[in-house]
């Protein structure tokens, strides 16, 4: 009983394979701490987007400590909260949530998560054209990754071509060059360029497919998932049998998920045994 407490969740879409809940208590048990961790599956309780403040509500009256936001609420959860990391804020995504003294604050750890595994997974990558499928919450926070990370022009397509244009704004805004903008001819891009990055949830076990068709890939591509149930998506599989250069979604749940534990814990995590618990998950 004297050992800290730890109530954390996660919020999204068709969760039930998540491995984050694990790889959150198993750490927590190594570092001595009381860890508990719930989701909470919008399509599970048969809720949306419009009942965000009612769960928000719900879980600060019933003691969590933080929460992680996945799709398809990274963006929406933005208005219901008190205050913003400088991270999220220039991103304008969040995926975690800290609940302290009835506030609210916002952080983003997708963007290092990414970061990470991108340097990891594939070092010496050709960083010249990118194309980005997917300008939602995790789009934006993968972005300003390739950005830091050196990409010269990242043409970024999505379902809502003016989300695409607004995303590509914004990162013009925070990087010099105009490196940044939306795509309108998907095969001429995808011709032109050294990567693909999917940041759609096409591809998870829910979402089964490919965010571009196969006949657009080749070997000469690195192509990078954030997907990382399944690890093995129809995308990477494509690729890998092209011969192309592949960064599965592991590396991300990972980073994304050492800082979100330190945001809520106050206690720096280990990484590297974060990695191989995810391993033996997977």
């Keep these: 009983m004297s050992r800290r407490t730890i109530l954390a969740g996660l919020i999204g879409a068709g969760i039930q394979q998540s491995k984050t809940p694990a790889m959150h208590e198993r750490e ?14 919008l399509d599970t309780l048969k809720l949306n987007n419009d009942h965000l403040e009612e769960l928000l509500v719900a879980t600060q009256r019933t003691g969590f400590t933080g929460l992680n936001i996945t799709f398809p609420a990274k963006q929406a959860i933005i208005p219901l909260l008190d205050e913003l990391s400088p991270e999220a804020r220039g991103i304008g995504a969040v995926n975690t949530v800290v609940l302290k003294d009835g506030r609210r604050v916002g952080h983003n750890t997708d963007c290092l998560g990414f970061g990470e595994g991108f340097r990891r997974g594939l070092a010496g990558a050709a960083r010249g054209r990118v194309v980005q499928m997917g300008a939602g919450g995790a789009g ?19 379902v809502e071509p003016q989300r695409a244009r607004a995303l590509a704004d914004n990162l013009n805004t925070h990087f010099s060059g105009a ?5 309108s001819d998907l095969p001429a891009a995808m011709a032109a360029a050294d990567g693909l990055v999917n940041t759609t949830p096409m591809g998870m076990a829910k979402l089964p497919g490919m965010p571009v068709p196969a006949e657009l890939l080749r070997a000469q591509l690195w192509v990078a998932e954030i997907v990382y149930f399944p690890l093995e998506t129809e995308l990477l599989r494509t690729a890998r049998a092209l011969g192309c250069r592949t960064l599965d979604g592991g590396t991300m749940a990972v980073f994304q998920a050492v800082k979100a534990f330190e945001l809520f814990t106050g206690v720096e995590a280990d990484a590297e045994r974060m990695s191989r618990h995810f391993a033996s998950l997977i």
């Design 28 to 41: 927590g048990a190594e570092q001595g701490l009381g860890y508990v961790y719930r989701l909470i599956d």
């Design 179 to 183: 490196r940044a903008q939306a795509g």
């Design 140 to 158: 934006a926070a993968v972005a300003h990754a390739l950005l830091l990370e050196g990409v010269e022009q990242l043409t970024i397509f999505d």
